[in-house]
């Protein structure tokens, strides 16, 4: 039987926030830039991209073909902004990608 209380609801947040929290600590941050992190997570397959976290907004980043698969609370400016910054560092994030998934 499943009750729907108050107090069931706020621990099923709870473990939703602890396994969020979970996933988001294993991944590793590759660049950080205005509290914006640009992150590998090791669960990922192909193909390969990033998870870009910061300032109310989420994202992903195909690193192959080098566009957005999707964003979160990021406006067009914010994207394009970290778009050059994922430009301007896409050796060391594909080297990182790899050394996580290419074992």
């Known amino acids: 039987m499943i009750a ?7 621990v099923d947040r709870l473990v939703l926030t602890l396994i969020y929290i979970g996933y988001i600590l294993i991944m590793g941050t590759v660049v950080e830039f205005y509290g914006v992190k640009i992150r590998v997570n ?5 193909p390969p991209y990033i ?21 979160l609370g990021f406006s067009r400016s914010d994207l394009k902004s ?3 910054v994922i430009h301007q560092y896409i050796d060391e994030i594909r080297d990182e990608w790899r050394r996580i998934h290419e074992k």
């Open 4 to 10: 729907l209380s108050g107090e069931h609801i706020e």
């Open 42 to 46: 090791p669960r990922d397959d192909r």
């Open 51 to 71: 998870h870009i976290v910061g300032n109310g907004g989420n994202a992903r980043f195909n690193i192959e073909a080098m566009a957005w698969m999707n964003s």
């Open 82 to 84: 970290i778009e050059e």
